[in-house]
């Protein structure tokens, strides 16, 4: 899922891009937040990873960054998940 949907941005910014491989770099960081009765009702999973590309161009990069889950009201009518893509740094070009 977390391919996917990093490959559907990618995609959104350069629709000839092409994922090659995508690399973790370690254990997610997991942050839950808990209400007043203990209930998880918010929860980040972010992702360290490594994302090897090719641009619509051709020219071939490794992106460092992190993708991140963020879920909201959880447990609740009102539930949602987002999720977004922080790029610490791009090599290649």
Do not use: K, N
Request: charged fraction near 20%; proline fraction near 4%; glycine fraction near 12%.
């Amino acid at each position: 899922m977390l391919v996917h949907d990093l490959t559907r941005g990618l995609l959104r910014q350069d629709p000839r891009t092409s994922v090659m491989g995508v690399r973790c770099e370690g254990a997610p960081d997991l942050r839950p937040a808990v209400d007043h009765a203990g209930v998880i009702r918010a929860h980040d999973a972010c992702f360290p990873l490594q994302v090897y590309v090719q641009d619509g161009a051709g020219r071939l990069w490794m992106l460092r960054g992190r993708w991140t889950y963020a879920g909201r009201e959880l447990g609740t009518a009102a539930a949602s998940v987002r999720h977004f893509w922080q790029l610490l740094s791009a090599e290649g070009g």
